[in-house]
């Protein structure tokens, strides 16, 4: 059981804006900031989104991040067949003194 | 930009000693956290436990009593040892930069079985 919660899945079409979201309690998500991972198939995860809403350069501007008291959310707009990966939020927690992932949530793209 | 590349033995009986090393490249080394993150075959990341600048270590309650995090920055590296390993702690490992990573090794399978 993760501490983050994330849907299971998610699904759009090419084009579409999809929003996937991210549960935690005060003490991740309401007292440090969010990142968001993107993990193709077979590969490692990859840096999509930090500190709730930055772009690591390289990152395209059609994912973005927002936060808002124990939730975040990442959205992904224009959404291409490349997309179809899973996605994971993260944030340091207070209570635990570590690191906190969601359980994941796939995307497919229809 | 700074590359992370692990090795380290893929197939391990029980009772056996995970070994695993992250080298980093093309990028500072000191100053940053180090952490390992493992992934059980079609799960979710986990994280092991990390390494803080500082030399001080912090693992996963649930594998601490098993689990050595150690750094050598004389050769800019990181290093795994998780001890008498089950089939239960057959996953991809990961090394990351940070405690929450921003740079990731390409991962390392690890299988045990007898």
């Known amino acids: 059981q993760s501490v983050l919660t994330q849907s299971p899945s998610a699904s759009g079409t090419p084009g579409q804006r999809v929003t996937i979201s991210c549960s935690g309690s005060?003490?991740?998500?309401?007292?440090?900031?969010v990142n968001w991972y993107q993990q193709l198939p077979g590969a490692a995860p990859k840096l999509l989104i930090y500190?709730?809403?930055r772009r690591p350069s390289g990152v395209p501007d059609r994912f973005s991040g927002s936060k808002s008291g124990t939730s975040a959310s990442l959205a992904i707009s224009g959404l291409q067949s490349e997309d179809e990966a899973d996605y994971y939020c993260a944030a340091l927690d207070d209570s635990l003194n570590a690191p906190v992932f969601g359980g994941g949530t796939k995307l497919t793209v229809l | 930009q700074v590359q992370l590349q692990q090795w380290g033995a893929g197939q391990l009986k029980p009772s056996e000693t995970l070994s695993l090393t992250c080298g980093v490249f093309d990028g500072f080394f000191t100053g940053y956290y180090w952490s390992w993150v493992r992934q059980p075959p079609g799960k979710g990341l986990e994280w092991i436990g990390e390494m803080d600048h500082g030399g001080n270590a912090n693992y996963n309650p649930s594998l601490k009593s098993r689990v050595t995090i150690s750094v050598d920055t004389s050769k800019n590296q990181v290093s795994l040892k998780l001890t008498s390993v089950t089939a239960a702690d057959t996953a991809v490992y990961y090394c990351?930069?940070?405690?929450?990573?921003?740079?990731w090794g390409q991962g390392t399978l690890v299988t045990v079985s007898s």
């Open positions: 990351a930069r940070g405690r929450l990573g921003d740079h």
């Open positions: 500190s709730d809403w």
């Open positions: 005060s003490y991740n998500i309401g007292s440090n900031t």
